[in-house]
């Protein structure tokens, strides 16, 4: 319970550091917290700061998902077939190094400025991290529950959901969140290189003006979105996965 009062009081406590700064500061440049919030209430009532954010949600929940199904799958793949891990090792390596602007770059000159271009690109930069994690999640299974599964003649839906998923779920989770965190970061990358609308290219626009203010509304509006996710959907649902263990 003590944890939580710290969490809580996080929040609060940077937000007093932004007002000291902002204080001492005394310049344009560095606006208030006050001031971003009154910025916040204006764009989300009269500008595009809630459509943005809708558009910059959706192409990285797209992104998050098809990066998570298809790192998976390659994952279990490599992580159950020792011939094909060795085949692609280096494959993975290249692709946990590739510079993320670069693939961005590449895949808008191939197809364009195109919402396909832009998750394509965050897909690509996300999966190689979810084949790391989930490989490695495979490659610790222990010998003993397999061989206490084939001891009680469980058929594969009993040992897929008593066996292998409980060992596997701790590195999904954690595939989810480094990737999740990943993701959010990028996608905002590849919308200031080109796209019709978000919260990264509304920042580049902002930035052409130097309105720090502006761009601060839409960062801080970001952030909320990325706590909620985190503190409202990650966290609970890692608690009720994981609760087993607890027991």
């Given at each position: 319970m003590?944890?939580?009062?710290?969490?809580?009081?996080?929040?609060?406590?940077?937000l007093?550091v932004?007002?000291?700064?902002?204080i001492?500061?005394?310049?344009?440049?560095f606006?208030?917290?006050?001031?971003v919030?009154?910025?916040?209430?204006?764009?989300a009532?009269?500008?595009p700061?809630?459509?943005?954010?809708?558009?910059?949600?959706a192409?990285?929940?797209?992104?998050?998902v098809?990066?998570?199904?298809?790192?998976?799958v390659?994952?279990?793949l490599?992580?159950r077939?020792?011939?094909?891990?060795?085949?692609f090792?280096a494959?993975?390596?290249?692709?946990l190094?590739?510079?993320?602007?670069v693939?961005?770059?590449?895949?808008?000159i191939w197809?364009?400025?195109?919402e396909?271009?832009?998750?394509?690109?965050?897909?690509?930069?996300?999966?190689?991290?979810?084949?790391v994690?989930?490989?490695?999640?495979?490659?610790?299974?222990?010998?003993?529950y397999?061989?206490?599964?084939?001891?009680l003649?469980?058929d594969f839906?009993q040992?897929?959901?008593k066996i292998?998923?409980?060992?596997?779920?701790?590195?999904?989770l954690?595939?989810a969140?480094?990737?999740?965190?990943?993701?959010w970061?990028?996608?905002?990358?590849?919308?200031v290189?080109?796209?019709?609308?978000?919260?990264?290219?509304?920042v580049?626009?902002l930035?052409?003006?130097?309105?720090?203010?502006?761009?601060l509304?839409?960062t801080?509006?970001?952030?909320?979105v990325?706590?909620?996710?985190?503190?409202?959907?990650?966290?609970?649902l890692e608690?009720?996965?994981?609760?087993?263990?607890?027991?």
């Amino acid at each position: 319970m003590a944890g939580w009062r710290w969490e809580l009081a996080s929040l609060p406590l940077l937000l007093i550091v932004w007002q000291v700064l902002a204080i001492v500061v005394a310049h344009r440049l560095f606006p208030t917290p006050l001031e971003v919030t009154a910025e916040i209430v204006r764009v989300a009532s009269q500008g595009p700061l809630l459509a943005d954010l809708a558009k910059t949600l959706a192409r990285a929940t797209s992104a998050f998902v098809i990066a998570m199904v298809l790192g998976t799958v390659l994952g279990l793949l490599l992580g159950r077939q020792a011939i094909l891990d060795r085949l692609f090792s280096a494959w993975l390596v290249v692709g946990l190094n590739l510079p993320a602007i670069v693939v961005a770059i590449v895949l808008y000159i191939w197809l364009g400025l195109t919402e396909s271009a832009l998750v394509a690109a965050v897909v690509i930069n996300k999966m190689p991290l979810v084949i790391v994690t989930v490989r490695e999640g495979v490659r610790s299974f222990s010998n003993d529950y397999e061989e206490l599964s084939r001891a009680l003649r469980l058929d594969f839906r009993q040992q897929l959901a008593k066996i292998y998923w409980p060992q596997l779920l701790p590195f999904m989770l954690a595939a989810a969140r480094t990737g999740l965190s990943l993701i959010w970061k990028i996608v905002l990358v590849f919308e200031v290189l080109g796209s019709d609308g978000g919260v990264g290219y509304r920042v580049s626009v902002l930035f052409q003006f130097f309105d720090v203010q502006g761009i601060l509304a839409y960062t801080a509006s970001f952030i909320a979105v990325v706590l909620a996710f985190e503190y409202g959907l990650l966290r609970p649902l890692e608690r009720r996965a994981l609760a087993w263990r607890q027991t």
